[in-house]
């Protein structure tokens, strides 16, 4: 089982075996758009699966798409022809036609970036909001964050609702639970998980417990014995 964290950005996702499970659900198809999430979703792995995907930074990838942000987040993962995206069906025959990952992932990278330099790139306002919000490790207010850019909290929602597909309250929500994801896979000892919540920016326990399950499913204590787990099996595999 993979988790698949939220990071506030949208992806596509090219199958080239067996369809895939995702949330206990099975997806059927060869291309997928993987819109902005606010929660981790689980991906299950088994031998015939084979997949290849990028990820968009916060903000890019919609207009390149045909599709705002905001539908895609409310739509999780979509088929390409749910979209009539006919450009991924074809790319996705392009690269079914490649042998190899290596070969896959150069030709997925140059037309996507053709793609790229023919589409709009996102507001330098949304820009600099999303810098404001991992420099501050999403821990800073909103009326701050609106104050730092001279804009009004409302221009502020609409502009991360259409260009990013998330409320700037949900955005920060995924770079603390992010930083405190980070923290525990360092944590050591007793304490180790309470100090976590203090580093990530919460005053208590009790709201990172609340914030980090609703985020990834699981506690603190449940995400941290799951790390641990898949650094014991790597280390057999070596």
């Known amino acids: 089982m993979e988790l698949l964290h939220p990071d506030?950005?949208?992806?596509?996702?090219?199958?080239?075996?067996?369809?895939?499970?995702?949330?206990?659900?099975?997806?059927?198809?060869?291309?997928?758009?993987?819109?902005p999430s606010l929660c981790t979703a689980r991906l299950e792995v088994n031998a015939g699966l084979e997949l290849?995907?990028?990820?968009?930074?916060?903000?890019?990838?919609?207009a390149l798409l045909g599709e705002t942000p905001e539908y895609l987040a409310e739509a999780g993962l979509l088929p390409a022809q749910a979209l009539r995206h006919r450009a991924l069906d074809a790319l996705h025959e392009r690269l079914q036609a490649v042998e190899g990952f290596a070969a896959r992932a150069a030709l997925l990278e140059r037309d996507l970036l053709a793609?790229?330099?023919?589409?709009?790139?996102?507001?330098?306002?949304?820009?600099?909001a999303l810098e404001w919000q991992r420099r501050h490790r999403g821990q800073g207010s909103i009326t701050a964050l609106?104050?730092?850019?001279?804009?009004?909290?409302?221009?502020?929602?609409?502009?991360?609702?259409?260009?990013l597909g998330l409320s700037p309250k949900q955005y920060a929500r995924v770079v603390r639970v992010?930083?405190?994801?980070?923290?525990?896979?360092?944590?050591?000892?007793?304490?180790?998980l309470t100090e976590a919540?203090?580093?990530?920016?919460?005053?208590?326990?009790?709201?990172?417990?609340?914030?980090?399950?609703?985020?990834?499913g699981l506690t603190p204590g449940e995400y941290r014995r799951h790390v641990r787990r898949r650094e014991g099996e790597r280390g057999l595999c070596l």
Do not use: C
């Open 146 to 163: 609106a104050e730092a850019l001279s804009v009004g909290p409302r221009r502020l929602q609409r502009l991360f609702r259409r260009q």
């Open 52 to 62: 290849l995907g990028v990820r968009f930074l916060p903000g890019w990838g919609g």
């Open 178 to 192: 992010a930083q405190g994801r980070a923290l525990i896979k360092q944590a050591e000892g007793p304490g180790a």
């Open 115 to 128: 793609w790229l330099r023919h589409s709009e790139a996102p507001s330098p306002l949304l820009g600099a």
């Open 197 to 216: 919540a203090y580093a990530a920016g919460y005053f208590d326990q009790a709201h990172f417990v609340h914030d980090f399950t609703a985020v990834t």
């Open 8 to 35: 506030g950005g949208l992806g596509v996702v090219f199958s080239f075996g067996t369809s895939p499970r995702r949330d206990a659900r099975r997806h059927s198809g060869p291309a997928w758009v993987d819109g």
